[in-house]
Each structure stands twice: as structure tokens, then as C-alpha cells.
């Protein structure tokens, strides 16, 4: 005890000077040598500060926007009731909304250390574009109701972020505002394809010329939607498109002079556009339904219920764009899909919006790639495939890539992080999740997306996916 007092008494009666000597590492015994004779040095500049956003009214919502979930909560107390519901809406009793993060949650992922990971990159090539990371926003309708820049704001952002953004058929800016709203014209845009019936063919028709001559790079054909899905909360909602805003794709065939789709809306305000070029009547899809959903409606009258592959074959006599089907969750749909011209599928259950009690599509995504990757012999050549459907998590693209997609469709959080924060909010957003999946790729060893170590992940019955065959009939 004795000598233990001794040594403190001796330590503290030091002259300050000398404490240095006794610190740390030596790094860190030349800094401490630094304060003593020079004093504290120039700090260095803080690190940038996490994306905060102060709303408007001052409401309170949370300071700190660090994942998809803060995004959401912030959102639901932004937006008008009608619309949050529109873009949260899953349907019937929304079984497949709630299982598609759980079944991402089961896989499970084993972790390769020691390997040598400080060069790590997410970044990848698909369809000839160079991605930052393999992600891609997902088409998703009418997205001026979350903010007024719409889906020019998130063109701008994942131009800025160097990912590739798809443009739905039901935008609330037209394809050609949306590609002449990125600076320079950069970034990389791909359009999802509605096929309308009857005269309205040529309509989508037009669109993929229109598409094309804008300087789309992918058609993405939706697949799953021969009649909207039941989502009894736009039902309720009585949901339709709020006043001022109109499907902008349909607001006449011509190119439209303001860049944002400012002077499209407002032309059909003075009932000019909307009746040009054939698609007035599409564009006012909010056209007065009593009661129910005006969308449900819209959908149901005007979506092609007849849809089969001979469409793959017919859009490939009208371009040479590479067409993605959208909406596949079976091995042998993908098959046929490919076999029918496809240059990939996106393995989707249209963010659980469509049939409740389908399969998950992370759960599916293993038959299908299989079928697209690996064609039967004087088969079509291999293809894309791509999965959505409740990613939020760097670890969520990775157990994507590890399973064999080749990158991952991201929804609702785009619309969330677009109705709080604008281009800055989908900026904030996207920059997150790249540098969550660079992390996660880092901490189970994938340096790289050609290096990723077998057995990397558990299949919820407990079985390494990669020593679990796929069966017959790609399950
Ligand atoms: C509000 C909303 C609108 C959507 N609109 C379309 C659409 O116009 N065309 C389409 O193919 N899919 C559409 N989808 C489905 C998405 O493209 C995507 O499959 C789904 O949102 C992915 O799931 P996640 O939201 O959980 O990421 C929509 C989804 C939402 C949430």
C-alpha cells in the first residue's frame, strides 16, 4: 500500500513536462510533447456533420437521419394523411409487407475475416453503366405528392450519386423533364413500362419511342399488375391524385419546354396539353370516382390484363433497349421471360402492394437466378437480375449480391427521404446506404463483387445457400 501511495505521490509531483513520457504509444507521446512546448496544435476540421434536417414548422422531428426508418418516421409527419398511406399501402392484411424484411432478417450472413479489406468498393457495372454501388431507385408513382421537385429532385440526386434511377410510367414529371432536369444530362435512367389496352397500345408505344429518344437506357416491363392491388387503405383514403398534379407522361406526346414539368402542369391547368398526342384521358386518372380508390379505378380500366410474353417480343420490334421484366418470383416465369427476348427480371412483389401472401422476394430470388444465370443448353444467353422488396440495409445488398443478384431495386425510402429533405433528403439517404453497404461488404470480407467467399449466408432453415441446391422447380 505504502508503495503503491509513493508512486502515485511520485507521478503526480511530475513536472508537467515530463507527463508525456509516461503516455500511450508514441504517436500519441510526440502530440502530448507538441501541447507541453508549443501548445494545443490548428485542430483539424470536424468531421461533416450527419445529414439534419429542421422542419419547417419546427414540429420536432429527429435531428439525426441515419437509416430508412428515421426517414419514414419523419415523413408520416409530413405528409397529408392520403398520400403517406398511398406510398406505405400494402396489400389486403399486408402479410407479404411484413415479410419481406423478415425473411431478409433470417438470412443470415458468415463473415470471412482476415482477409484484407481496406481497398474495399461497392461499386459495379450493370448494363454497361458504372454504379457506385449496386443499387438502383426503384420506379415509384407520383412523386410530386412527397415534394414539388418530384422525381426531377430524385433524377438530380442519383445522378449526383452516381446510381441509376427508373422512372415509373405514372410520374408525376414527364421522361423528358426528368432527363432534362439532371445538369449536363448526366446519370443513368431507366423507364418503367405500364402496357395499356386496347387504342391506348399506342400510347405505350409512344412511350418507349419517347423513352428512348430521351436517352433512356433500360425499359423495366411491369409484370405484376394485370389489375391493381387491393389496398383497402387508399379505399378508405378515397385516394387520388391531388389537385394541380397529373400523370405527366400522358399530358401529350411532344416534349415538353420546361424542364422541371412545371409548363406541363400548367398547360393542362388551361386545358390545352392534356388532350394532345392522345393521352388527355390517361393523364386525368383522378378523374371523379365515388368512393374507393380513383387510382384502383384508373388501373383497373386502362393496365393491359392480357399481358403475355408475346409483349417481350413486340416491345423487341420497337426498340433495342435492353427490357428488364418486372414482378417475376418463379424460376420458370424467369425462364420464359428470357427466352422471349429479356435482358434480365427484377425479382419484385411489387413491395408487398400487389398479391398479399406472396413468397418474399429474397426468398424467391435464388430459383430465379438460376434460370436467367444459368440457361439450359441453345437457351437464351445468361441475363441481369435484380431483386426489391424491403432493402434498407447495406447488409440487405450484400445478402442480395451473395445470393446472386446482380443489384437491388430501393422503394418507399427514396419517396420518405424525398417528402422530408427534397434532393438533399434522397441525396442524404443514398450517400448512407452506399456507405453502409461498403461497410458491410468490409466486415464480412467481400473486398470486392467478384470476391465475395462462398458459404457467406445461412438460409432461414439453417442451410449455407450455396451448398443448398436449387430444385427442379427453382426453389
Ligand atoms: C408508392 C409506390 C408506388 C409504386 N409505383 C410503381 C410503379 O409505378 N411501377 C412499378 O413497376 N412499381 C411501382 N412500385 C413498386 C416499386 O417499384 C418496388 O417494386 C417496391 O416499392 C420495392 O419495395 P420497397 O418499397 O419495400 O423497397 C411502387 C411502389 C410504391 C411504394
New binding site residues.
Given amino acids: 500500500m505504502r508503495i503503491v501511495s509513493k508512486y502515485y505521490t511520485c507521478v503526480f509531483s511530475l513536472p508537467l513536462f515530463l507527463i508525456p513520457l509516461f503516455v500511450g504509444n508514441s504517436a500519441e507521446r510526440q502530440r502530448w510533447v507538441a501541447i507541453m512546448t508549443q501548445g494545443e496544435p490548428p485542430s483539424r476540421p470536424p468531421p461533416p456533420a450527419p445529414f439534419s434536417f429542421t422542419p419547417p414548422d419546427g414540429s420536432g422531428l429527429p435531428r439525426l437521419m441515419l437509416n430508412a426508418a428515421d426517414w419514414q418516421a419523419a415523413a408520416e409527419s409530413v405528409l397529408p394523411r392520403s398520400v403517406y398511406d ?2 406505405a399501402a400494402g396489400a389486403d392484411d399486408r402479410t407479404t409487407l411484413a415479410a ?1 424484411p423478415a425473411a431478409l432478417a433470417a438470412h443470415r450472413l458468415r463473415p470471412r475475416v482476415l482477409v484484407p479489406v481496406g481497398g474495399t468498393s461497392p461499386a459495379t457495372t450493370l448494363l454497361g453503366s458504372s454504379l457506385a454501388a449496386p443499387i438502383v431507385i ?4 407520383m412523386q410530386r405528392m412527397a415534394h414539388p421537385e418530384g422525381e426531377a429532385a430524385v433524377a438530380r440526386a442519383a445522378a449526383a450519386a452516381g446510381l441509376p434511377m427508373t422512372l ?3 410520374a408525376t414529371t414527364s421522361l423528358e423533364g426528368v432527363a432534362a432536369a439532371v445538369p449536363g444530362g448526366g446519370g443513368v435512367r431507366w423507364f ?1 413500362l ?1 402496357v395499356f389496352r386496347g387504342p391506348a397500345r399506342a400510347t405505350t408505344e409512344a412511350l418507349v419511342r419517347r423513352a428512348e429518344a430521351a436517352g433512356y437506357t433500360a425499359l ?1 416491363l ?1 409484370a405484376d399488375a394485370p389489375v391493381y392491388g387491393n389496398r383497402e387503405a387508399d379505399v378508405r383514403n378515397g385516394f387520388s391524385l391531388p389537385p394541380g398534379l397529373r400523370l405527366a407522361n400522358f399530358m401529350g406526346d411532344a416534349p415538353p419546354q420546361d424542364e422541371e414539368g412545371g409548363a406541363e402542369q400548367g398547360a393542362d391547368e388551361e386545358g390545352g396539353a392534356a388532350a394532345a398526342g392522345g393521352g388527355g384521358a390517361i393523364a386525368d386518372m383522378d378523374a371523379s370516382v365515388a368512393g374507393g380508390s380513383g387510382l384502383a379505378a384508373f388501373g383497373d380500366a386502362m393496365l393491359d390484363a392480357d399481358l403475355s410474353t408475346d409483349c417481350i417480343a413486340w416491345l423487341r420490334t420497337l426498340t433495342s433497349l435492353p427490357i428488364l421484366v ?1 414482378g417475376v418470383l418463379r424460376a420458370d416465369d424467369a425462364a420464359a421471360a428470357m427466352a422471349a427476348g429479356a435482358a434480365g427480371v427484377v425479382v ?1 412483389n ?2 408487398a ?1 400487389q398479391l398479399d401472401g406472396a413468397v418474399t422476394s429474397v426468398m424467391a430470388l435464388r430459383g430465379v437466378v438460376e434460370a436467367v444465370k444459368r440457361p439450359p443448353p441453345g437457351g437464351p444467353p445468361p441475363g441481369v437480375v435484380l431483386v ?4 434498407r440495409r447495406g447488409t440487405d445488398v450484400l445478402k442480395a449480391l451473395a445470393l446472386g443478384a446482380d443489384a437491388v ?5 427514396v ?1 420518405w427521404a424525398l417528402a422530408v429533405g427534397g434532393q438533399a433528403g434522397v441525396a442524404a439517404l443514398l450517400g448512407s446506404l452506399i456507405d453502409e453497404t461498403r461497410r458491410a461488404m468490409m466486415l464480412a470480407g467481400v473486398p470486392s463483387w467478384d470476391r465475395i467467399p462462398p458459404g457467406l449466408v445461412v438460409l432461414p432453415d439453417g442451410r449455407i445457400a450455396d451448398d443448398a441446391p436449387v430444385d427442379a422447380s427453382g426453389w
Fill in positions: 398511398y406510398y419481406n426503384a420506379p415509384t408513382a415509373s410510367t405514372m418503367q405500364y423495366v411491369t418486372k419484385s411489387h413491395g402492394r426489391d422488396g424491403g432493402f431495386l430501393l422503394g418507399r425510402p419517396l
